[in-house]
């Protein structure tokens, strides 16, 4: 039997911010953009998400909400160097972590580098942990599975802990709602209403064959989820499997022009960031908001890797002519690459240099 803990950060860049400024404390905070932009909130203390703020929420919706909510923008190097130190915390316990994104993280202790037994424990030592080193507090999911951990981590928020025995597995999951699942997102989730299953208990009434016929493949996988059964490893060397950069304009964009601009210097960052930690792709996409929320995505692969900025921008072009750009106002673009090479393709070390002191974003922080 698995033991695994989720170790989820409390508002990890709100409070960042609030440590090293206490005046912000007890003071509705978003981390993100200005209130009066089309950026987007990055984090929201708990006095902020009183008023309904969340992450992701447009920075002027959120405005709207709490017209005294303090706007401050967010330090991604600050932030980075505290994960840092949380994750030192995680290895001096097992190899076996799992970061998700830099306030979360999957820890399998079954075997461990301190020969305790009860994860509860190393748990609640993680958490004093991390605590004494960097002033900031976590929650944490204690479970034989990685699903069931990351919602344990959720239970009892902030500064929480709370353990799901194996038998207790099922009691747990039973009444939560199937939007909790990961994996299930707005379209899956309006199926499933549709079907009247709108709790984990109404999705283990059904049978696989039934799920295989109304979802594919991904019916095995919510069968087993119904019955508290998740065989993921924690995958502690787990690469990224794209690169990109994209940004919410400060306003809608009408001019063709004027985005091709920006997607050049977009194609530009991006291959300079692979080519900075020696990698190639072969995979181009372009990314497309128009003002309406409408998203769309066109990629291309190419034969050889990406020798180029250039080249890249170039593939960029041919899919913009696929989009509705210079016709409908677009809110947001962007530009990532893939497709890296497998282990049997022998990668060739090329150097380029491009001045690229001018590049400007549009806005505090990206939506992703």
Not at 15 to 31: F, I, N, Q, T, W
Not at 113 to 120: D, F
Not at 142 to 154: C, E, G, H, L, T
Not at 260 to 285: N, P, Y
């Amino acid at each position: 039997m698995k033991k695994i803990i989720h170790i989820d950060m409390d508002m990890f860049y709100a409070a960042v911010e609030m440590r090293d400024d206490p005046g912000l404390r007890g003071k509705p905070l978003v981390v993100g953009g200005k209130p009066d932009s089309r950026g987007v909130v990055c984090a929201a203390n708990y006095e902020a998400r009183k008023y309904g703020i969340h992450s992701a929420m447009s920075c002027a919706v959120a405005y709207r909400k709490c017209p005294f909510c303090l706007f401050i923008p967010p330090h991604f190097d600050k932030y980075r160097k505290v994960s840092q130190e949380i994750r030192e915390i995680f290895y001096s316990f097992t190899d076996l972590v799992e970061p998700l994104s830099l306030d979360e993280a999957y820890l399998d202790v079954t075997e461990n580098k301190v020969g305790e037994g009860s994860a509860t424990l190393i748990a609640r030592a993680i958490k004093r942990m991390i605590y004494e080193k960097t002033g900031l507090t976590a929650s944490a999911g204690v479970a034989p599975n990685k699903f069931i951990a990351k919602i344990a981590s959720d239970y009892k928020k902030p500064d929480g802990l709370w353990v799901v025995a194996p038998s207790q597995v099922l009691s747990f999951i039973r009444g939560l709602a199937v939007v909790r699942v990961p994996g299930i997102g707005k379209v899956m989730n309006e199926k499933l209403q549709g079907m009247g299953i709108a709790k984990i208990s109404d999705l283990s009434e059904k049978s696989l064959s039934f799920l295989l016929q109304e979802f594919g493949k991904t019916g095995s996988y919510l069968y087993n989820i119904a019955q508290g059964i998740d065989e993921r490893e924690v995958k502690p060397h787990r690469e990224r499997q794209s690169y990109g950069r994209e940004t919410t304009f400060e306003r809608d964009i009408e001019s063709k022009e004027e985005v091709l601009h920006f997607l050049e210097k977009c194609s530009r960052r991006v291959f300079q960031e692979l080519t900075d930690i020696h990698r190639q792709a072969k995979t181009v996409t372009l990314k497309i908001k128009y003002y309406d929320f409408q998203t769309m995505t066109r990629r291309v692969t190419a034969k050889s890797f990406f020798s180029s900025a250039e080249e890249i921008f170039h593939h960029i072009q041919e899919l913009l002519e696929k989009t509705e750009v210079g016709e409908k106002p677009i809110r947001l673009a962007g530009v990532s690459l893939s497709g890296f090479p497998s282990g049997k393709e022998k990668y060739e070390q090329l150097e380029f240099c491009f001045d690229d002191e001018n590049f400007e974003f549009y806005s505090y922080c990206k939506e992703e």
